[in-house]
């Protein structure tokens, strides 16, 4: 029996350490602390703090410095809503008595439903009322109050696609985001429209700039509160002059040239009851900070030149789609590194039906907060990396992110997606 029992325990052992190798996260108390410079002296030094494909680039050459600057966790408005929320969860998944900020916080990882509830979390973290990613050389669209000129003087979200032998196809793409009605914090709508617009969670919107072939195509997508009731999806092309709506099922599909899903943006846009999903550790990882002035585009490389990284604490989190949804869905299982601080995510990985690692993706977005009208606003540099795994493609985002600038509603209509788009093309 007692040698049963010694089996029994180490094989125990065995199971945990497999399970921190394959989830590459690291325990706390390791070794990196803040002053360190990473690189190609010392790689195996951020082993467990980055995904597998980031520490390849570490040994060959990539170098940084260890930072202890936390995630920006949101506006004052923001954090004020999520102390004083109420929320909780129906019997569906869905939010009840929902206002505004972070829902479930401060957050229990040993709720029962704490999986789900850091989904929502996830899934509402500080993106400001509205935000624009990238900019058009229109500068309506821009908030007036920046006045950083290394912000204003930011190019277009600029979109690199990278092919197995590094050669790079370039996009310039701009989006827009909306929380309305009553999830709304750093500024209200009018009580008329805010009643009008009740049944909706989300409004979003994207435009290819550039190449002038794909030049004016937009899309614009409607979420509801009511998670039973499907997104709104339309696409305006301009060589046809006409809208056309789209399958919900495409949220999962690669945006061609793109490696990335719609469901990737902002790094989980997809209906979070949809998903079974599992806290499954947490430790510690490193998340390159973006600065305020455009980073460095590496030719052929999916990383970013990036000065400086943080050491954050993060969860792991698991998700997988429910039955009904799975049939249709591209995607089996989902990993996610989230920062404690924010809900903020840090990488991401994707997994195909065979379980195998298929693509890693990872975000780093720094805001800059300022006061203007009497409303919070923020400015940055975001960026977005998604690399397939399996074809060694990816894909690179970096742009000027904007929130709480003053987009109208009326402009997240099928009107205003052809105009737009016409106003874009000429």
Known sequence: MKKNRWHVIGFGIVCVFSILLFYNITMAGDAIKAGD???????????GYVPEDILKEIKE???????????????????????????????????????????????NPKDKDAGIKAGWNIYRKYYGDDLIYGRLPNAEFITKEATDPDILNYPTGRRYCIDKYGHERISDIVVWEMQVA????????????????????????????????????????????????????????PSLRRVRR???????????????????????????????????????????????????????????????????????????PKDFYAKGYLVPKRVYWVDKNSFG????????KKGELWKNLGGAVVGVYRKGKGKAISHGIT??????????????????????SGLDVGFFSLSSLVTTSRGQVR
């Open 37 to 47: 410079i990473i690189g190609p002296h010392n790689w195996e030094k951020a082993r």
């Open 61 to 107: 050459g990539y170098s940084f410095k260890v930072t202890s600057e936390p995630m920006v966790a949101g506006s004052p408005g923001h954090m004020k809503a999520s102390r004083e929320s109420r929320t909780k969860l129906t019997p569906d998944g869905g939010l009840e008595g929902y206002e505004g900020g972070i829902p479930f916080y401060p957050f």
């Open 182 to 237: 009553h999830s709304r914090v750093d500024s209200k709508l009018e009580p008329s429209l805010e009643k009008k617009l009740d049944d909706v969670n989300s409004y979003s919107s994207a435009m290819v700039t550039s190449p002038r072939d794909l030049a004016g195509t937009m899309t614009l997508s409607t979420r509801y509160w009511d998670p039973k009731k499907e997104d709104d999806f339309f696409i305006y092309i």
């Open 246 to 320: 789209l399958p919900t099922t495409q949220r999962c599909a690669t945006q061609t040239p793109a490696d990335y899903t719609m469901d990737d943006r902002r790094g989980f846009s997809g209906k979070v009851p949809y998903f079974d999903w599992k806290i499954t550790g947490e430790g510690k990882c490193l998340v390159g900070r973006a600065s305020c002035v455009p980073t460095l585009h590496r030719n052929g490389k999916f990383l970013n030149v990036q000065k400086e990284w943080s050491l954050n604490d993060v969860y792991l989190l698991e998700h997988k």
């Open 345 to 352: 995510l840090v990488y991401w990985s994707m997994y195909d």
């Open 383 to 404: 960026g977005l990396f998604c690399h397939d795994m399996q074809t060694n493609t990816a894909t690179n985002v970096e742009c000027h992110s904007s929130m709480n």
